[in-house]
C-alpha cells in the first residue's frame, strides 16, 4: 500500500511541481514500484479526461477588472463592522450618559416631592391628649411652624 504522502508526491510530480532532487526520487520510485507506476497513469488519465472535457467559462468583463470589483467588495465588507462598531460606541456614550443624568433627575424630583410635603407624620397639637396614670401630672405643648418642630414638657410635679 502507497502512503499518503508519496501519493500527493505522485500527484505533484504529474504537475510539474516538484524541485528536480524530489522529481528525480519520484521517478527512480515508478521505475521500482508498479503500484506506485499504476496510481500514477491513473492519475494522468484522470488528468487527461478531465481536461478534454472542461468547460470554458467566458467572464463579460476583463480578469483585471474582475478581480478589482471582488477587491472592492471586501474593502466595503471589512468598512462594515467599523461603521456598526461606531453606531454601538455613540450608543454606549449616550447610555453612559444618560444612565446617571437619569437618576440625578429621579433623586431631584423625589427630594422636590418630599419637601412640598413637609407635614410631619403625627403633629401634636393643643386637641391632643396625654394620658399618664400619675395623678399630678401636668403638660405643655409648643408647634413652631418655621421650624417644622412640636415640643411636649411633661411635668410629674414630684418633689
Not at 497513469?41 to 478581480?67: D, H, Q, Y
Not at 410631619?120 to 393643643?126: E, G, K, R
Not at 396614670?133 to 411652624?145: D, N
Request: charged share 30%.
Amino acid at each position: 500500500m502507497i502512503k499518503h504522502e508519496t501519493e500527493l508526491k505522485l500527484q505533484a510530480y504529474l504537475d510539474g511541481e516538484l524541485v528536480p532532487g524530489e522529481a528525480g526520487a519520484i521517478a527512480e520510485c515508478l521505475t521500482r514500484d508498479a503500484e506506485a507506476r499504476a496510481l500514477f497513469e491513473e492519475l494522468k488519465a484522470t488528468r487527461t479526461l478531465l481536461g478534454g472535457n472542461e468547460l470554458e467559462i467566458k467572464l463579460p468583463e476583463s480578469r483585471e477588472f474582475f478581480w478589482s470589483k471582488v477587491r472592492r467588495q471586501i474593502e466595503r465588507e471589512e468598512q462594515k463592522p467599523a461603521a456598526a462598531q461606531e453606531r454601538a460606541s455613540t450608543a454606549a456614550r449616550w447610555i453612559r450618559f444618560l444612565a446617571p443624568a437619569g437618576a440625578l433627575a429621579a433623586l431631584a424630583l423625589f427630594v422636590v416631592v418630599s419637601l412640598r410635603n413637609s407635614e410631619p407624620l403625627l403633629a401634636l397639637d393643643d386637641s391632643h391628649e396625654i394620658e399618664t396614670p400619675l395623678e399630678e401630672t401636668s403638660s405643655f405643648s409648643f408647634r413652631s411652624e418655621a421650624a417644622a418642630m412640636t415640643v411636649v414638657w411633661v411635668d410629674s410635679h414630684r418633689e
